[in-house]
């Protein structure tokens, strides 16, 4: 079991990983474009196109015209990246469920994805340096609690059945 859930993450990973061409005729060179959004207020934000093309950027019916931001720069000078979060919500006053945020980030952390245990919320952090490299499907709370769960027996030294 932990298996799959080790697969769909190392899945996310490679997805978060991979190169979307994007024609740059109309953008600065080197500007680079990151999906900016939060499923909260945004139910487009769960699932954006993987695939885009120079059409979808000059189409307002499109998601990615509607959700790809050009990153501005940064007051420190530091090379943009997108940025995705999936976060679990756990308790409170709804039920258990997942918010995604993409948006662009400055800070850069030494992996590639990372995850985050707070009360209340379980994060699942992913950077990627492409245009739109933070879209696709959202995980699902059941991959990231199976997630979180084999790294929290990986930290106590429990072994995978």
């Given amino acids: 079991m932990a298996n799959s859930h080790h697969d769909g993450m190392k899945a996310d990973q490679e997805h978060l990983s991979n190169y979307y061409t994007v024609s740059h005729s109309h953008f600065p060179v080197g500007a680079l474009r990151c999906y900016t959004c939060n499923s909260y207020d945004n139910s487009e934000c769960f699932a954006p196109p993987k695939r885009f093309t120079e059409e979808d950027l000059?189409?307002?019916?499109t998601v990615p015209a509607r959700l790809?931001?050009?990153c501005p720069p940064d007051e420190k000078g530091r090379e943009p990246f997108?940025?995705?979060v999936d976060v679990l919500v756990i308790g409170g006053?709804?039920?258990?469920?997942?918010r995604v945020t993409r948006e662009c980030g400055y800070e850069r952390a030494r992996r590639?994805?990372?995850s985050v245990i707070n009360g209340g919320h379980e994060e699942l952090v992913c950077q990627c340096f492409t245009d739109g490299c933070n879209g696709g499907s959202q995980i699902t709370v059941s991959r990231v609690l199976g997630t979180l769960m084999s790294?929290?027996?990986?930290?106590?030294?429990c072994k995978p059945l």
């Fill in 93 to 98: 006053s709804v039920p258990d469920h997942t």
């Fill in 82 to 84: 997108c940025r995705k």
């Fill in 112 to 114: 590639p994805c990372y």
């Fill in 151 to 157: 790294l929290a027996g990986l930290l106590l030294g």
């Fill in 58 to 61: 000059q189409n307002n019916d």
């Fill in 68 to 70: 790809l931001v050009e």
